[in-house]
């Protein structure tokens, strides 16, 4: 498995249309995650990167929502780098990420900072290109080789799932886009029934994935113990009690 901290900056796209195919790749993760941000909920939702800075989430009742790009751009609203946030501790309450792990020289680093800054129960979303599909494979070989695909990491949905729990996060849902080497830039077809079956059979085989999930938090109580300590004497009874009338009165005899 190919090490997550690199040495050099990927080349990031600055614009959806430095992809190919961006502006309907655009489109596709708008449709998927509308719905996804229906659920959000809080103050403050962060758009991390350059792709994510312009996905409209129109449908998403949080509506102050803060774009944090590395370079200064006309849709950005915080100048800072990803693995650096300027960001109080448990202040944000949603994160979406469009295939910015993709282009990150420590996607680690990210997580860790998208951890420290998110609130408890709070969501984040990640798309990323799928290094199992037709596209993964292209990336290798010296196709295009202008693209800026040929710079993307292509972690696996696996992966990033499993650095996600490692983290305390739950996962809510993955969902498995498009069938298309992209590289080629053919046009995305409505969906076909070739697509639908690879849909059903294949969907470890998408161009792309969308990671859902939550922040969980358990908090810490103390277990009262159900066994209680036995005393170690008893009280004085009835039959002590006479015992002593018993001494008294025979002792007052006596002095008789």
Known sequence: MRPALIKNHPTKPELWQDLP???????????EIAEVSRKFFGYHLVRLGNLSSQIELAACPIKHQVNITSKKQVYTSLVAVPDDL?????????????????????????????????????????????????CGLLKYLPINKNN???????????????WLQLLGFEIVDVKHLLFNELFLQRKLRAPSKWNQ???????????????????????LSLIKPKWKAKAKFSTVGASVRNGLMRVESRWKTLNK
Not at 150 to 162: C, I, L, P, Y
């Open 21 to 31: 195919l961006g502006d309907e790749l655009k489109r596709l993760t708008e449709s």
């Open 197 to 219: 079956w690879c849909h059903e059979y294949l969907p470890l085989l998408t161009t792309m994935y969308v990671i859902v999930a939550r922040k969980r938090e358990i908090p």
């Open 86 to 134: 300027p960001v109080s501790e448990n202040s944000v309450d949603a994160f979406l990420l469009a295939h910015e792990l993709d282009f990150a020289k420590d996607p680690h680093q990210i997580l860790r900072e998208v951890d420290r800054t998110i609130m408890p129960n709070g969501y984040i979303v990640i798309t990323g290109f799928n290094p199992l599909s037709l």
């Open 148 to 162: 800026v695909l040929h710079d993307a990491r292509f972690f696996s949905s696996a992966r990033v799932k499993d």
